[in-house]
């Protein structure tokens, strides 16, 4: 099913930041099958009960494409499927969201734990503020920022608290290495989550794979800059096809 790209979204914002570019792509090419999936709700940390249930639910030889976590949980779901993927993208996401000794170019460790706190203390708020964190970076980050939080659905806290463990803890690195299909990883020059510099430990990681970054982008740059992205994802799609 090289014609369906399944678009799986972040943590905490619902499918809302995803849903300009999936317009986006079908408008680019109208045979194209975007299926837009909300990420089953968490009921503990651990990541195979969720690919149990994606695995389960999601067609069979598509594109796995995802936003921040979501793209960490496509990787994962591409390295299990192995040739019943056709390829993996990712958009500002990193192996690991937290950084670790070996892998500094993430989120520092003080800097997430800081937010799991606020979380716990004021969970509305600090939804509000990740929400202009995505935003930040782009040319009106306010209006931005206020919309992606307007359009969060009401999560169960369990849930979302769940998502954090997961995101402290999920290390793609070796599947991202050993997924042997065509990968493309888009970042934002501008992101406040997830580095740039993420661009070149990548490549040190997995020299057989595209990157691109966006420049003047946010992490959110798939409701910032949806066409831009739509282009950058039918050009690898086109590119593979021709392999």
Do not use: Y
């Not at 670790?100 to 937010?115: I, L, N, S």
């Not at 806290?157 to 065509?182: I, M, V, Y």
């Amino acid at each position: 099913m090289r014609n369906r790209v399944v678009l799986l979204p972040g943590w905490g914002l619902g499918t809302a930041p995803l849903e300009p570019l999936a317009a986006a792509l079908h408008d680019l090419d109208e045979h194209l099958r975007v299926q837009l999936e909300p990420l089953p709700e968490l009921t503990s940390s651990d990541p195979q009960q969720l690919l149990d249930e994606l695995d389960v639910n999601l067609p069979e030889d598509c594109w796995l494409a995802g936003w921040s976590p979501g793209g960490m949980l496509a990787t994962a779901l591409a390295e299990r499927r192995g040739e019943r993927c056709c390829g993996l993208l990712t958009l500002a996401s990193n192996p690991c969201f937290v950084a670790r000794e070996d892998w500094p170019a993430a989120m520092p460790v003080e800097t997430f734990q800081a937010f799991q706190q606020g979380f716990q203390t004021d969970s509305a708020a600090t939804l509000k503020r990740f929400a202009l964190l995505c935003a930040q970076g782009a040319e009106d980050s306010r209006s931005l920022g206020r919309s992606l939080a307007a359009s969060a659905p009401q999560g169960r806290q369990e849930a979302l608290r769940s998502g954090l463990e997961l995101l402290a803890t999920l290390d793609n690195r070796k599947a991202l290495q050993q997924f042997r299909g065509p990968q493309l990883h888009l970042l934002g020059s501008a992101d406040a989550l997830v580095p740039p510099t993420l661009a070149d430990a990548l490549l040190a990681l997995q020299p057989d794979i595209e990157i691109a970054v966006i420049e003047s982008a946010c992490h959110a740059f798939a409701r910032q800059r949806p066409h831009a992205v739509a282009l950058a994802m039918q050009a690898f799609f086109n590119e593979a096809h021709d392999d």
